[in-house]
């Protein structure tokens, strides 16, 4: 079936699809046994969210400067959905740095598309037992948001991926996962009794 359509003619790129995470994961823990230099396919022309194939060979981005946690809860929590999409994309960072699915309260909206996506690849992280080291994501521009539905804002927004190697248990190297700048997204948020969170990401209008 064709993707969702939203109302400002947004199609869903299966929700959730914000860098770092991309399809090739799977299929790269189990390559990895036989060939850990091996590149891999990069994600196709329909997922403008996934990430750039692996690499052996990192490109060195400087990831952004670490926010304190009341400073991240400061903009959560304030009334800039703008502000709060750059803490929201750290936060979430570390939630897939650390294969932690129980961060992802603060983060996702309960039950949104998000959430589901986000939870469905932090297992698989939790099943392989890697994580992601190094990884940092940085909201390189953002906004104006536009009131939609319900109190919702939809913001589009440009996006950076450190570079990132995926770790087994005993610190092992998985894969290497060269920087991607400047990935163009819609964030569906919606604000709750604890702040802001994300309901849905979707590729920007053709």
């Known amino acids: ?8 003619g947004e199609q869903s790129a299966d929700a959730g699809k ?22 891999e ?6 997922d403008p969210m996934a990430a750039a194939p692996a690499s ?12 304190t946690d009341p400073e991240l809860e400061l903009m959560v929590s304030g009334d800039d959905p703008v ?9 979430r960072a570390r939630a897939f740095a650390a294969a932690d699915a129980g ?3 603060g983060i996702n909206a309960p039950r949104s598309p998000a959430m589901q996506a986000d939870q469905a690849e932090i297992s698989k992280l939790e099943a392989a037992g890697t994580v992601l080291s190094g990884l940092a994501v940085e ?9 939609g539905q319900e109190g919702r804002v939809s913001l589009r927004a440009a996006v950076s991926t450190s570079a990132y190697a995926e770790r087994d248990a005993r610190g092992g190297m998985v894969r290497n996962v060269a920087a991607v700048s400047g990935q163009d997204i ?19 209008p053709a």
């Open 1 to 8: 079936g064709s993707a969702p359509q939203t109302p400002d």
């Open 18 to 39: 914000l860098p770092p995470l991309d399809r090739a994961q799977d299929t790269a823990k189990d390559t990895a046994k036989d060939t850990a230099r091996d590149t």
């Open 41 to 46: 396919t990069g994600p196709g022309p329909e």
């Open 56 to 67: 052996p060979e990192p490109s060195g981005t400087e990831p952004p400067a670490r926010r």
């Open 83 to 91: 502000e709060a999409v750059r803490a929201l994309a750290e936060l």
């Open 103 to 105: 961060l992802l309260t």
């Open 139 to 147: 909201v390189v521009s953002a906004g104006p948001a536009v009131p």
């Open 186 to 204: 819609v964030l569906v948020m919606v604000r709750t009794a604890d702040g802001w969170r994300i309901e849905d990401i979707l590729a920007p």
